[in-house]
């Protein structure tokens, strides 16, 4: 894909600046269709699309949950992990402001506010994710060992397999 074809968002001059490779892939986004919907559209294992979830504790902290397309985040395993009373996912608004990005299309790289980023740990197991790219429609591809250069990660353990 050519440079002039893919949008250029605070994620991808981070990528840049960090001389992070990636593979930009574009998709007919659809309003709730996450990542069922994306990883139908480019015919990628939905295992291997990574949700970007932005969530804060009870005491309003915000953080970034990387989770697996075709799972969810147990919200007290994460809890617990933190050492926090609850977690929850944060709204729309909250997002937007945490992040710069619109929901559908929030990237954990170059976000406006640098928030602490949570990984499940099976992603590390995969040769490549695809991960928003900072806008509704534009995944990236990479390497997921790539994460820690570019993102303050922690691994956790809090999937839960969707049904």
Do not use: W
């Not at 977690?87 to 608004?93: K, L, Q, R």
């Not at 937007?96 to 790289?109: D, L």
């Amino acid at each position: 894909m050519e440079k002039s074809n893919y949008p250029i968002t605070p994620a991808i001059r981070l990528l840049r600046e960090k001389k992070i490779a990636f593979e930009p892939r574009l998709y007919d986004y659809k309003d709730h269709g996450g990542t069922e919907r994306a990883a139908a559209s480019l015919n990628l294992p939905e295992h291997a699309v990574i949700k970007t979830i932005v969530m804060e504790t009870d005491a309003r902290r915000p953080l970034i949950v990387l989770m697996h397309g075709d799972s969810e985040v147990s919200t007290k395993e994460l809890a617990q992990t933190l050492a926090v009373k609850s977690i929850s996912p944060c709204d729309t608004a909250a997002v937007q402001k945490y992040t710069g990005y619109m929901v559908g299309g929030v990237s954990p790289f170059g976000t406006r506010t640098r928030l602490p980023v949570y990984a499940e740990k099976t992603i590390f197991d995969l040769p490549r994710i695809h991960i928003n790219g900072g806008k509704r429609g534009f995944l990236i591809s990479i390497d997921p060992q790539l994460l820690r250069e570019v993102l303050p990660i922690e691994e956790v353990e809090v999937a839960i397999p969707r049904r």
